[in-house]
């Protein structure tokens, strides 16, 4: 179907749109991504969905455009591998999505970050790594046990980075913000760190994550970002092949002690901070602390899984052809 019935579908306004299949979803975000589509095209899309809104199934639709399009990262296959998208940045508080990266490393899991700045005032995770000194590379190579890689969204995939960009151009998000936090840029199972903004987003990402049968943790994001807020910790949900079970509850409650943490959110402090607390010379904060746990268990819950998967294929009987 060309880009124009669709258009007419999605840009009926917040009451008279309708919304599509998972398959056509597919097939628009197929031809944008393919480049078959005109910058008004395109602005077209991104302004109809804004006012619309995504539906699970158009967003599960999305996501398997994309994913198939990707430039994806081999898995070890003796190690968890973890995803944690970082696009947001941070505004005012320290960025410690690197933090959590490295914590997770630490324990032997395969750690991808992907992301890019998508507003210029805020620091990105890409920021905090350089002060790490930590390389960020093009090279989309095996992801090693232990270590942590930083690949920017361009060389995952160039078409969905113009995607994303074009809120530089009209000031609003668009499908693709919300795409980047539920996609699994690796050929094997991978456990994704997700997080939303907005409570209404609770609800339509778990519904989009079970859906794509996704292994994940969802939380209410730091200022955009998948890592638990230091001061606070927040409701955790956890998906195993799409199914959804609570991990944590919110912490409610006036807070009694709060965690030392810098003043300024500057790239350069925020990885003396970080380097302090991975020597031990600061605390972990404990609702990151926590996080980690629940990421520590959720990651044996899909090894089970899949060895189970894998133990089942290999005593399943053969059927002749």
């Not at 955790?236 to 959804?244: D, L, P, S, Y």
Request: charged share 20%; glycine share 6%.
């Amino acid at each position: 179907m060309g880009i124009s019935a669709y258009l007419k579908e999605i840009g009926r306004g917040k009451e008279g749109a309708r919304a599509l299949s998972r398959a056509q979803a597919a097939d628009l975000m197929g031809q944008l991504l393919d480049n078959q589509l005109t910058d008004l095209e395109i602005g077209a899309f991104c302004l109809a969905m804004r006012i619309k809104g995504e539906t699970p199934d158009e967003m599960a639709g999305f996501l398997d455009a994309t994913t198939c399009r990707l430039t994806p990262l081999d898995s070890p296959h003796q190690a968890p591998a973890l995803v944690i998208p970082s696009y947001n940045g941070s505004r005012k508080m320290p960025l410690l999505t690197p933090l959590l990266a490295m914590l997770m490393a630490r324990h032997g899991f395969a750690v991808l970050v992907h992301g890019c700045s998508t507003e210029a005032q805020r620091v990105s995770s890409e920021q905090v790594f350089a002060a790490l000194d930590w390389p960020v590379t093009a090279n989309t190579a095996t992801l090693v046990p232990g270590k942590v890689r930083y690949l920017r969204t361009h060389d995952l995939c160039p078409a969905l980075q113009k995607l994303l960009d074009v809120r530089r151009t009209v000031g609003l998000r668009n499908p693709a913000h919300s795409m980047v936090k539920m996609i699994n840029p690796l050929r094997g199972p991978a456990l994704l760190v997700s997080s939303y903004t907005h409570p209404e987003y609770a609800i339509s990402m778990s519904q989009t994550l079970s859906l794509v049968q996704a292994h994940a943790l969802l939380l209410r994001s730091t200022e955009g970002e998948p890592v638990a807020d230091p001061r606070r910790t927040p409701a955790m949900i956890a998906f195993v092949h799409g199914q959804a079970m609570p991990m944590r509850t919110l912490q409610k409650g006036s807070l009694t002690e709060l965690t030392p943490l810098p003043q300024d959110n500057d790239p350069e402090t925020t990885a003396r901070y970080i380097e302090d607390v991975l020597q031990g010379h600061q605390p972990v904060p404990p609702p990151i602390a926590q996080q980690v746990e629940v990421l520590l268990s959720l990651g044996h819950q899909v090894s089970d899984f899949h060895r189970s998967v894998l133990s089942h294929e290999a005593t399943a009987p053969q059927t002749q052809g």
